[in-house]
């Protein structure tokens, strides 16, 4: 399986952004997937993720009604709307797909960069 994200980039504070995930290959063995992000100097972060049999959603307290997470089951896609920035949303965001046995066992895509300026 391979992950690629895009959208990144840099927004003013109370922007927004859209980040995409596409995957290809083994993509049927999919339980969900999310997003990650991390900020310098600190661990890797759970922001939302989305179960792709069923479509239920989770999200971090600091992202909620604020960001949106969708699929796009014919794409193979994941999609993450950000709204309403804050500087502190700056960080490297990552996508990554759980086949079931959890986040660490999964796959991970290379990160996008969102620098949110005040």
């Known amino acids: 399986v391979q992950l690629q994200a895009s959208g990144g980039g840099l927004v003013q504070a109370g922007g927004s952004l859209r980040l995409s995930c596409a995957a290809s290959?083994?993509?049927?063995?999919?339980?969900?997937m999310g997003w990650f992000h991390q900020c310098p100097g600190k661990e890797r972060e759970f922001v939302t993720s989305?179960?792709?049999?069923?479509?239920?959603?989770y999200y971090a307290d600091s992202v909620k009604g604020r960001f949106t997470i969708s699929r796009d089951n014919a794409k193979n896609t994941v999609y993450l709307a950000m709204n309403s920035l804050k500087p502190e949303d700056t960080a490297v965001y990552y996508c990554?797909?759980?086949?079931?046995?959890?986040w660490g066992r999964g796959y991970w895509g290379q990160g996008t960069q969102v620098t949110v300026s005040s």
């Open positions: 290959g083994r993509t049927f063995s999919s339980y969900a």
């Open positions: 990554a797909l759980d086949v079931g046995l959890g």
């Open positions: 989305i179960k792709w049999g069923g479509g239920s959603t």
